[in-house]
Each structure stands twice: as C-alpha cells, then as structure tokens.
C-alpha cells in the first residue's frame, strides 16, 4: 500500500514538473517558485500552479497591428471578415489578402474581440492572431485591370460610371433586383465578389448588375472620385453594393455580396 502511495506521488510530482516545464509561466516556476511551492499544502498548491492557466488577452495598441490567420473556400468569405474586424471597435482600418487579414487600430484592442468577430464568418476557419509591427507585404494585383473586365456570358452587366457622377435612377432597370456594384482594381475583395455576382447573374436573368468602377492608384484618390463622394459618404470601403428591387426600392447597402444576393433570394 505504502508502494502504491509513493507510486502515485511520484506520478503526481512527474506532472507537476513537466508542467512547470511546458507551462509559459511554468519555466519562471522551475527557477523560482519551486522552494516557496513545496511550503505550501497540496490544495494550496494546485490553486496557485492554476493562476498560470488564466493568463490575460493579448492587447492590440496603436502602433501595433495584428495578423488574423484565416482559411476559406468560399469567394466572399475575406469580404465578410474585413466587415466584421472593421466593426471591432478601435479598429481604424483592416486590409485583407487570400489567407491574412492585417488590423490596424485607432485604440487598444483585445485580441479576444477580434477573434470573437472573426468566428462570426460563416464557412471561415480561424487561425492565429498574430501582433506586428507592419502589415504583410499585399500580394499583387489580379491581372485584369477591373473586377468587370471580362463579364461571363449571358449576365446583365453594364458600368454606369468610371469615377464621374452619375444619377442612380438611371441605372436601375425597371422590373429587375439592380446591383449597383462599386469597385476598384486594387481592392482584392472586389475582385472575389465580381466573380460571385457574375455566376449569380447568369443563373437568374431577373438580376441586372450596373458597375461603378472608382479606379485609382489607391483607395485614397478612388475615394476622392465623383462618384464616391457622391453615393459613397456611408461606406466602410470598398467593395460596396446598393441593390435596388424591380420598383426601385433599396433593399441592402453594404460591404458584403452574398449579403446582397441573400437579401434578393429573400424577396424573389
């Protein structure tokens, strides 16, 4: 019996020691806190290793930014994550790539909050939030020159504007869901969506697609177009969407297009 015991205690300490010596704060115990921790009583002792366990959020501060990892399948997926961080308050701005989306703040953030925001995506899996000091390199351009350059055939698709002003009115089509679609070429996202609504177009011929194409050398100067400072006064970035049903009532604004599509599939 008194074999046993000792059996169990050696197993028991075994533990304690690879956790001191796995354990972030474990490694500061091996050196330091081993002499004070054998003073205290076993109950005692697990209540304090345990403190290790529950360490804080790391915080996201200005002059900081944070890498959200990422992995999806679907086209419009990075779209939604950037909406989503973008709404995270203290987020000042949020660039997306393939497989990163890079946080930037005005104010500290939790990376709790962003990762609470990123697990709101739908078909979205969450990777590690990661704190820099700049964000990635941006991946190149896609090579068309805009999102809409080559349409697929057989969807309603037409540019009402290249960064002129124009009147809304007269790019709805009556009797059709009007997308009114503004992009640039730089803006990867709009690139994703353009081949989303594209299929989408094809397949239901009551779907029209009218396209402000806000092509600059950066979001700076497409922003400081016409067109965006006449529709865009409201919009988080770009893409942004308008869709219009067949009597010309607006029935989504915003940033994400299978939003869009969701909110014509809902009143078809």
């Known amino acids: 019996m008194e074999s046993s015991f000792r059996a169990q205690g050696a197993l028991r300490c075994s533990r304690v020691r690879v956790w001191i010596t796995l354990h972030p704060l474990g490694v500061l115990a091996a050196g330091h806190w081993v002499s004070p921790l054998r003073a205290l009583r076993y109950p005692q002792r697990m209540w304090f290793l345990l403190l290790g366990l529950t360490a804080p959020a790391a915080e996201l501060s ?17 779209d939604e994550l950037r909406q989503a961080l973008v709404a995270v308050h ?9 497989d990163w989306a890079c946080v930037t703040p005005s104010a500290a953030v939790q990376t709790d909050a962003l990762a609470s925001a990123a697990k ?6 969450l990777g590690a939030i990661e704190l820099a000091t700049a964000c990635p390199a941006t991946p190149a351009p896609p090579a068309s020159k805009d999102p809409w350059a080559s349409p697929p055939p057989g969807a309603d698709v037409q540019v009402v504007s290249r960064g002129e002003a ?17 992009g640039a070429s730089w803006c990867g996202p709009c690139h994703a969506a353009a081949k989303l609504l594209g299929l989408y177009a094809v397949d239901h011929t009551d779907v029209a697609i009218r396209v402000v194409s806000l092509d600059a050398e950066n979001a700076v100067a497409s922003f400081a177009l016409p067109a965006a400072a006449q529709h865009l006064a409201d919009a988080a ?13 607006v029935v989504y604004r915003g940033g994400v297009a299978a939003k869009a599509l969701t909110a014509i599939d809902a009143r078809r």
Do not use: E, M, N, Y
């Not at 970035?237 to 009532?249: A, S, T």
């Open 62 to 78: 200005p002059g900081q930014v944070a890498i959200v990892r990422f992995s999806s399948g679907c086209p419009s997926c990075a």
């Open 90 to 98: 203290g987020v000042a701005s949020v660039s997306v790539a393939s």
């Open 120 to 125: 709101g995506c739908d078909d979205l899996s």
């Open 166 to 182: 124009f009147d809304t009115r007269s790019a709805l089509v009556a009797g059709k869901f009007t997308v009114i679609d503004f």
């Open 237 to 249: 970035g770009l893409p942004w969407f308008v869709v219009h049903d067949g009597r010309g009532k």
